[in-house]
């Protein structure tokens, strides 16, 4: 497949669309048409979820706000063509797909107000639970559910299937904290139950359903054996069906409906708003990891810890523990475990350090009575808790990732009164072994809920048979055990056919009653918690195709990675990038060429041209799954010999393109004064029309920079490479200084004596090349960077400093090694030895060594920092904080913070991805004003200048001001 004409400097970008269907054309006529998306690549990525389902929608419509949805309810009703409201999509029980048309909110419906000093949270269902807490932290407060997903997982989705976590258990979750609810029903109604006067018209305009309620509500209170089953089984936690605790909690219907929205997944009308109340944050925290000889006696401990009352108590089992050994946080001791061990890993919450100090002695007074096969001790640092409960976050990812390549990941979660955790286990653990699953168990013991994963290859229908019959003996045991079939991660389509099995066929009947009337016509996510079909479990199970990398393939499109990713709100993110290449790959095997060639057009833009290759994903996947190397790959496969062979020489003469871009910037300069920037919009804007896309650098962009080398005095300390981003558009400081001139600064304040070589110019790291699919242009300039380091160092001797981190990081972790598939190294085999042997240092981690030697003289009052994505990749996101607060009496970093979407060239080339990247970071920081901002590469501040509308500089002139 040809990738993008270049020609001169313009490219070209050749991207067809789906022919003008009938439905988009009616969508078109109430939607901007960039937010309806019929083509093939779109319906396919949308297709999937977080579970193993794939359902294929006709249309997706990106929502934005309430009248959105309305105007699609109406649709819906008006056409027949059932609607599905996703939020993330990490959903794990086929809930958010569906064959009609997908209302998509995580690209709108962004609203978070803070109440009562905090005491209360109003949220619209497209934020994340870190984004609610964030917003609540400033108050001490958070709101009680805490899915292991909340960095990934939204609000709406949070709403709708009930989510819970590890610490919200029974009484902490969206229906016990929830306040009030705005919701839209199916015949287009809103309502807001704050309001009396909603609340009245709620009474007075829906009679049927008000009517049906409180028939139902009385028909349950004067049954007392289901009455008193509902309030038994509400105790544990319990999310299959509906809420049927609402008709006992609640007299007014309003109230009772309103319940039954929370864990209704989407099926009985559409979450608009929510309130709820929060709970405190409890400052004072440790936690222990406790090893025992199994996994039963890991659960039968539980009861144990009970007395102490902790915040948390996790099981992780052998299998789930070995899967995350080698991560960041896990301590040692994992690795040295005997086989068949698992561990209780356990929080203990407290509102002052003597508080906890009496819990930690109580604990350990517990403990001492355990038989326990090893132990770490209490940890009440904050970083090694996070990293210890960051572990406990991924395991559903990381072990998933191990399985055998092309393989389907099944994750249920089932829950039972604590006193029966231990038979629970046991009999999952003897299922396991009689049906040959390498089966992992996982989950919050303190509630009795434990999550069970197994994979097979669901591309064989007797292997598909095969998980049936296992999963009919597993429905048996936790019904037997009076348990939930689903305890947090909602009904769908994964329980939907056991869910009258669980309750019984009187329960069932209500069921199905409310979902009649509140869904008349049967539009809202059909087949989703009432399906009669008793093989839906069974079908369309999404293919893992197999695409060829050894960790790309690791994937299981769990969606973690999908918030942190600049082009999230305009094209695809990491998760649909995968699933493009697995759908694609589906549609040629089973000969659909038509459509695989029309899919893999549109993925030209949309998945390969507007991917940043920041890496960000890789920072959050538990897998650190990068699909910068996919699309690299991508892009290389797409290249022609001819293309290949022009960068491999511009690669040998980057010298010259390196004149050559500080006089075109010059003149872009010069043209951007004469004409203003908005002429150049208006132009691109209309050549964009014709497919020709210009680089459009941003207007804050600086100018080329004059090299003042020291004079050579003796030895240098370190050799200073400033990069190729520094040389070419270094000049960035407020006060005029370039990069270069601040860090020769702050040096010789130091009395730090740097080198500068004279033969800089034309060395670079290689990221233009490799990031752009030229492999040999990247391995010309990747040797030709240790060739001069090499030379410069003294064979290594001394230290080497590089100005730009997305730099250093190319520098020390690309280099050396193999990207996608079979690819080889960049490195010749001599350069590799010589790669091994240097001294690559970042400049933050220069000045965090330098900083003691200089006097803080300016120390600034409000400082704004905003860290890269290759500060976060490379770990030093915390250390530039940590200099900024010595050098700053208060330090910003936003919440919202990932990548800028610069990315070398290609912010440039698509302006749409920056405004994607920023669009958060935009609104949070909204009227605030600082005394400096700062950021770490000068294609980053310029483009966050310009986005943003804060003058940003390099970090060295942080330094350089606060020591003057």
């Given at each position: 497949m040809s990738g993008s004409r270049v020609f001169r400097g313009i490219s070209k970008r050749v991207v067809k669309v789906a022919p003008q269907d009938p439905l988009r054309q009616k969508l078109v006529r109430i939607y901007p048409s960039n937010r309806v998306l019929t083509s093939a690549l779109y319906r396919s990525v949308y297709s999937r979820d977080g579970s193993y389902f794939e359902y294929k929608p006709q249309a997706i419509v990106r929502l934005g706000q309430i009248e959105d949805a309305l105007a699609l309810i109406d649709f819906s009703r008006n056409e027949g063509i059932p609607i599905t409201f996703r939020a993330g999509g990490t959903s794990l029980s086929g809930q958010t797909v569906g064959e009609g048309i997908i209302g998509e909110l995580r690209t709108g419906f962004r609203g978070i107000s803070v109440h009562g000093g905090g005491d209360l949270v109003s949220?619209?269902?497209?934020?994340?639970?870190?984004?609610?807490?964030?917003?609540?932290?400033?108050?001490?407060?958070?709101?009680?559910?805490?899915?292991?997903?909340?960095?990934?997982?939204?609000?709406?989705?949070?709403?709708?299937?009930?989510?819970?976590?590890?610490?919200a258990g029974v009484i902490q979750n969206s229906y016990h904290t929830l306040v009030s609810l705005e919701f839209v029903l199916y015949n287009g109604h809103r309502y807001d139950t704050s309001k009396a006067a909603d609340r009245e018209r709620?009474?007075?305009?829906?009679?049927?359903?008000?009517?049906?309620?409180?028939?139902?509500?009385?028909?349950?209170?004067?049954?007392?054996?289901?009455?008193?089953?509902?309030?038994?089984?509400?105790?544990?936690?319990?999310?299959?069906?509906?809420?049927?605790?609402?008709?006992?909690?609640?007299?007014?219907?309003?109230?009772?409906?309103?319940?039954?929205?929370?864990?209704?997944?989407?099926?009985?009308?559409?979450?608009?708003?929510?309130?709820?109340?929060?709970?405190?944050?409890?400052?004072?925290?440790?936690?222990?990891l406790l090893f025992f000889a199994s996994d039963q006696d890991a659960a039968r401990a539980v009861g144990d810890l009970a007395v102490i009352n902790p915040a948390a108590v996790e099981l992780l089992d052998y299998a789930s523990l070995t899967s995350v050994v080698g991560r960041v946080g896990v301590p040692a001791v994992v690795e040295t475990i005997p086989t068949g061990s698992a561990a209780l890993l356990f929080d203990l919450a407290a509102s002052s350090s003597e508080a906890l100090e009496l819990l930690i002695e109580g604990a350990q007074r517990v403990v001492d009575e355990l038989a326990l096969v090893a132990d770490t001790p209490f940890s009440t640092s904050a970083k090694e808790r996070a990293q210890l409960w960051s572990v406990r976050d991924g395991i559903f990812a990381s072990v998933g990732g191990e399985r055998a390549p092309g393989t389907t990941v099944i994750l249920e979660d089932v829950a039972v009164e604590p006193i029966h955790l231990g038979e629970l286990v046991s009999s999952l653990n003897a299922l396991f072994d009689r049906y040959g699953y390498a089966g992992v168990i996982f989950g919050h013991a303190k509630a009795g809920n434990v999550h069970f994963l197994v994979c097979d290859d669901m591309s064989d229908q007797s292997r598909v048979l095969h998980f049936s019959t296992f999963m009919d003996e597993v429905i048996d045991l936790v019904v037997g055990l009076e348990g939930s079939l689903k305890a947090e991660h909602g009904t769908g389509r994964a329980v939907a056919p056991f869910v009258e099995k669980e309750w019984g066929s009187k329960a069932y009947g209500y069921l199905k009653e409310i979902k009649t009337l509140c869904d008349p016509y049967g539009l809202l996510n059909p087949g989703v918690i009432i399906n009669d079909n008793p093989n839906v479990h069974l079908e369309k199970i999404k293919a893992i195709k197999i695409i060829g990398d050894n960790t790309i393939d690791k994937c299981i499109e769990c969606g973690y990675c999908e918030h942190v990713c600049p082009t999230r709100y305009v094209t695809l993110t990491p998760r649909q990038r995968i699933v493009a290449h697995r759908s694609h790959l589906s549609l040629l095997a089973d000969e659909e060429i038509d459509e695989a060639e029309q899919m893999w057009r549109e993925y030209e833009y949309a998945g390969r041209d507007s991917c940043v290759a920041d890496g960000m994903c890789a920072t959050v996947c538990p897998m650190g799954i990068n699909t910068a190397d996919l699309v690299d790959h991508d892009r290389s496969m797409a290249k022609t010999k001819t293309s290949q062979f022009v960068a491999k020489l511009a690669a040998e003469r980057f010298s010259l393109i390196e004149t050559a871009t500080r006089g075109a910037l010059v003149v872009n300069k010069r043209i951007t004064k004469v004409v203003g920037n908005r002429s150049l919009e208006k132009l691109n804007t209309q050549l964009r029309k014709l497919d020709i896309v210009l680089p459009s650098p941003p207007v804050s962009l600086g100018t080329s920079i004059s090299i003042a080398r020291p004079t050579l005095r003796r030895r240098p300390d370190a050799i200073y490479f400033p990069s190729c981003v520094s040389r070419m558009f270094g000049q960035g400081n407020v006060d005029g200084a370039s990069v270069v001139d601040l860090v020769l600064r702050v040096a010789g304040r130091a009395g730090i004596y740097l080198e500068i070589p004279e033969d800089v110019q034309g060395v670079c790291c290689s990221q233009p090349w490799s990031h752009n699919g030229y492999e040999d242009g990247a391995s010309v300039s990747a040797n030709k960077a240790v060739d001069s380091f090499w030379r410069w160092t003294r064979s290594g001797e001394i230290p080497i400093i590089c100005d730009v981190t997305s730099c250093t990081h190319s520098l020390m972790q690309e280099l050396g090694r193999q990207s996608f598939g079979v690819r080889g190294d960049l490195l010749?085999?001599?350069?590799?030895?010589?790669?091994?042997?240097?001294?690559?240092?970042?400049?933050?981690?220069?000045?965090?060594?330098?900083?003691?030697?200089?006097?803080?003289?300016?120390?600034?009052?409000?400082?704004?920092?905003?860290p890269t994505c290759a500060l976060t990749r490379v770990g030093l996101s915390e250390t530039a904080v940590g200099i900024a607060q010595q050098l700053a009496n208060v330090v910003v970093v936003p919440e919202s913070a990932t990548c800028c979407g610069a990315g070398g060239n290609r912010g440039m080339l698509y302006p749409e991805v920056v405004k994607s990247a920023l669009r958060d970071e935009v609104m949070e920081l909204k009227g605030l004003v600082f005394d400096g901002a700062f950021s770490f590469a000068s294609t980053c501040e310029a483009t966050l200048s310009d986005e943003l509308g804060v003058s940003f500089e390099p970090f060295i002139s942080l330094v350089e001001r606060a020591t003057r």
């Open positions: 949220f619209e269902p497209g934020v994340t639970v870190n984004q609610v807490n964030a917003k609540l932290s400033p108050f001490g407060r958070k709101i009680g559910p805490d899915p292991a997903s909340k960095s990934a997982a939204m609000m709406g989705g949070v709403l709708s299937n009930n989510s819970s976590g590890m610490q709620f009474g007075r305009d829906e009679p049927k359903i008000v009517n049906g309620l409180l028939r139902i509500r009385d028909a349950i209170r004067s049954d007392i054996e289901l009455r008193d089953r509902i309030k038994r089984k509400y105790r544990i936690k319990n999310v299959t069906g509906y809420s049927l605790n609402s008709f006992l909690d609640f007299d007014d219907p309003c109230d009772i409906f309103s319940h039954l929205l929370i864990g209704a997944e989407g099926t009985l009308g559409f979450i608009a708003k929510a309130t709820l109340s929060t709970l405190p944050i409890e400052p004072y925290r440790a936690s222990r010749t085999s001599a350069n590799r030895g010589h790669h091994s042997d240097l001294q690559i240092r970042d400049l933050i981690v220069w000045i965090e060594d330098l900083l003691p030697r200089l006097a803080i003289t300016n120390r600034l009052d409000r400082v704004l920092i905003h």
